[in-house]
């Protein structure tokens, strides 16, 4: 579990508040499909959810117990295996955390999600969210392979597309 800010390189008002415009239509059907390749040889889940602006009650909670409500809200801790995998990101507050469920954070560790962040926070740097996005979850999905092999009657638990709120 970790989380990133990409705040610190970017100019005030760099990203646009308004998702649509973060990311297109397009944008958001590569990220399903770089989704759905990844999860084709881990039996692990991955999903991104992305918040325009953070509630004022959510503001006043740390950015990580955030990230955590949204795991369960999207039911993520219900994979079979105990292997699901969130990127969550608040366009707003220009911050994101990446989160594994307990099943994968004890087998992976933190030295890998800390490289996934940094990277992660590299590419919001240079404005190529979804490009980062897809990176990522190429990654993640290496990292999952690994320890969580597809099995033969593996199915695909969670939805691929960007959940927006």
């Known amino acids: ?49 992305i918040v325009k602006r953070l509630g004022v009650v959510d503001r006043r909670r740390s950015f990580e117990e955030v990230a955590i409500r949204e795991f369960l809200r999207l039911g993520m801790e219900k994979t079979s295996e105990r292997t699901g995998v969130l990127i969550f990101i608040a366009v707003k507050e220009h911050r994101f955390h990446i989160l594994g469920d307990e099943g994968i954070h004890v087998k992976v560790g933190q030295g890998a999600w800390d490289a996934l962040a940094r990277e992660l926070a590299g590419r919001f740097h240079e404005a190529k969210y979804a490009e980062g996005l897809c990176e990522t979850i190429a990654r993640i999905g290496e990292i999952l392979g690994k320890h969580f092999p597809r099995a033969r009657i593996d199915k695909n638990e969670l939805s691929n597309e960007v959940e927006i709120t």
């Open 1 to 49: 579990m970790v989380a990133g800010e990409w705040v610190g390189a970017l100019l005030e008002g760099a990203v646009p508040v308004a998702v649509g415009r973060l990311l297109s239509r397009h944008h958001m059907r590569m990220i399903a499909s770089a989704i759905a390749t990844a999860e084709a040889n881990t039996s692990g889940e991955i999903r991104v959810s």
